[in-house]
């Protein structure tokens, strides 16, 4: 790898320039358990649009603007319930978070050394769209450096290596810190994620790790169009599907939309 103390300190990393190229749609990844060597890799999918995108579970769902899945204000129920994935009998876990300012994922643009912030509020509703207790959510983001990476059977690729840690906190009953090591591929996005949660709630103890590796993306033969968001983008609302607490967290799907 080439560590970041290589690259000349004026340099400009514009992160713009490793998102998904127009036209991309869609995009599948092999997700592996790290904890558990000996477990088979799972496809994991997103598809993009213009106002965000939807992850695993949620891909091909009709769902909408997610402000219409939570109550208002003084209001007891929201407009509709959300028509969230359940496999057989079995309900999963979902939540529903807005961020106040909207959470910027990546910066635009960030130079070696540089670590970036942000900073929201999150107000949390359960998958009926009631409110739960309110949070707080901090994002760091900081570049490592370049590093080549070939996913499944695919040609090496050099990539830009992110670290990136989330800290979410609602009072005393849920405390969670997520870890991610990013790899973007200029022009093509996320070619590899490795990501650790960490989670107290209510006196129970998670820890879990995965990696997610792109295969071949999908694309649209008529591109996105022009005044969708260049990713990275800000995340406004998001829809979050958690399908498994036991041996490990694992993430069922999402739906994310996208701020200015």
């Not at 107000?123 to 707080?136: E, I, V």
């Not at 022009?187 to 295969?215: N, P, S, T, W």
Request: a neutral charge.
């Amino acid at each position: 790898m080439t560590a970041v103390g290589d690259v000349p300190a004026q340099t400009i990393f514009h992160l713009t320039e490793y998102s998904s190229q127009p036209g991309t749609v869609e995009a599948s990844y092999q997700r592996r358990e790290l904890r558990t060597q000996d477990e088979s890799p799972t496809l994991y999918r997103r598809r993009f649009g213009e106002q965000g995108h939807t992850e695993g579970a949620f891909v091909g769902r009709k769902i909408g603007r997610l402000g219409q899945y939570i109550a208002a204000q003084g209001e007891k129920e929201p407009a509709q319930y959300l028509p969230w994935p359940v496999s057989g009998e079995e309900r999963w876990l979902g939540l529903l978070l807005e961020f106040d300012p909207p959470l910027v994922i990546l910066p635009s643009t960030i130079r070696p050394g540089e670590r970036f912030e942000c900073r929201s509020t999150i107000r949390a509703s359960d998958r009926w769209g009631h409110p739960l207790p309110s949070g707080t959510i901090q994002r760091t983001v900081r570049v490592e450096g370049f590093e080549a990476v070939a996913p499944g059977e695919r040609m090496p690729t050099v990539c830009l290596r992110l670290v990136t840690e989330t800290q979410l906190r609602f009072g005393w009953l849920v405390r969670a810190n997520v870890t991610e090591y990013v790899w973007l591929g200029r022009g093509i996005g996320e070619v590899k994620v490795v990501r650790r949660i960490q989670m107290l709630a209510f006196l129970l103890y998670f820890d879990e790790a995965y990696v997610y590796e792109l295969a071949d993306p999908v694309r649209s033969s008529t591109p996105l169009d022009a005044s969708a968001p260049a990713l990275p983008a800000s995340w406004t609302r998001v829809a979050l599907l958690l399908d498994r607490f036991l041996p490990g967290l694992r993430i069922g799907g999402a739906v994310i939309e996208y701020g200015p």
